[in-house]
T-cell receptor
């Protein structure tokens, strides 16, 4: 069965420094993978998606993620954090390769300090 | 274009009462999903509608939960009677359909339910 594990529940960075949010997946085949973000009092917003076309995926707001099959990882990165990046981030995998049921990681709350 | 909207944003009820949550999907989206996040846990799938039909309700926790989508437009999720463990945030999402580019799920802001 598919699953995702987000390795950090909280990450704190200074504005202007790099961001790394870690996600490992478990699947018997190469899955599709997503990162969603939730800002306070807002809906979950799709940041980026991996669908086997390219291992390095660029998303919105300067975020990107790299699919590494050998490490079963899909870490989210950004070169320089902005105050507006403070939010909760979710690594997500569709169930059984389809898109109808999403399986969420526990979430990583990102804090950005001046 | 309006996104997925959910009502109410917050609901506080007492144990044993009934609560109805509403979700209005993006116009034209045939697929509608309900998810739930209880305190300290992951967001979990509850069920999936295709138009007015329940495609998958494998995540519904028990028969106190009833979801409907009459006419294939908005959906309601009723909890009757509510228990303390039902507290959490209930998310609704919608997607256009199947196939490339049409299956991305767009989420609402959620309804925070507190059962006292």
């Amino acid at each position: 069965a598919q699953s995702v594990t987000q390795l950090d529940s909280h990450v704190s960075v200074s504005e202007g420094t790099p961001v790394l949010l870690r996600c490992n997946y478990s699947s018997s085949y190469s899955p599709s993978l997503f990162w969603y973000v939730q800002h306070p009092n807002k809906g979950l917003q799709l940041l980026l998606k991996y669908t086997s076309a390219a291992t390095l995926v660029k998303g919105i707001n300067g975020f990107e993620a790299e699919f590494k099959k050998s490490e079963t990882s899909f870490h989210l990165t950004k070169p320089s954090a902005h105050m507006s990046d403070a939010a909760e981030y979710f690594c997500v995998v569709p169930f059984s390769g389809g898109y109808n049921k999403l399986i969420f990681g526990a979430g990583t709350r990102l804090a950005v300090h001046p | 274009e309006a996104g997925v909207t959910q009502f109410p944003s917050h609901s506080v009820i007492e144990k044993g009462q009934t609560v109805t949550l509403r979700c209005d999907p993006i116009s034209g989206h045939d697929n509608l999903y309900w998810y739930r996040r209880v305190m300290g846990k992951e967001i979990k799938f509850l069920l999936h509608f295709v138009k007015e039909s329940k495609q998958d309700e494998s995540g519904m926790p028990n028969n106190r939960f009833l979801a409907e989508r009459t006419g294939g437009t908005y959906s309601t999720l009723k909890v009757q009677p509510a228990e303390l463990e039902d507290s959490g945030v209930y998310f609704c999402a919608s997607s256009q359909g199947q196939g490339w580019g049409k299956n991305i799920q767009y989420f609402g802001a959620g309804t925070r339910l507190s059962v006292l």
